[in-house]
């Protein structure tokens, strides 16, 4: 089994990168300009997304007042049974 000798190390060359083609002033459109369009409207805070967050904020204090409510509720009723029952 021969031995080969080490190869010389080298620099890296510089290559340029590949060039883009030139447009003529006022007609280039990015890529995913449809993407970043659909993005910014997702992102716009309309009269949808407030009443969104106003159901939401309604239920969420409602799922507070409810069971207190319906508690204290069911605690009269059962007291007037008792009541009307001993009568």
Not at 57 to 81: D, G, H
Request: aromatic share 10%; with cysteine.
């Amino acid at each position: 089994m021969a031995l080969h000798a080490p190869t010389t190390p080298t620099t890296p060359r510089f290559t340029s990168a590949p060039s883009t083609p030139i447009t003529p002033t006022g007609t280039w459109r990015h890529p995913e300009l449809d993407e970043v369009t659909k993005r910014i409207a997702e992102n716009t805070f309309t009269d949808a997304s407030f009443m969104v967050v106003t159901y939401n904020l309604t239920a969420f204090v409602a799922s507070f007042v409810a069971p207190k409510f319906l508690l204290t509720k069911c605690a009269r009723l059962t007291e007037m049974r008792v009541s009307s029952s001993s009568n």
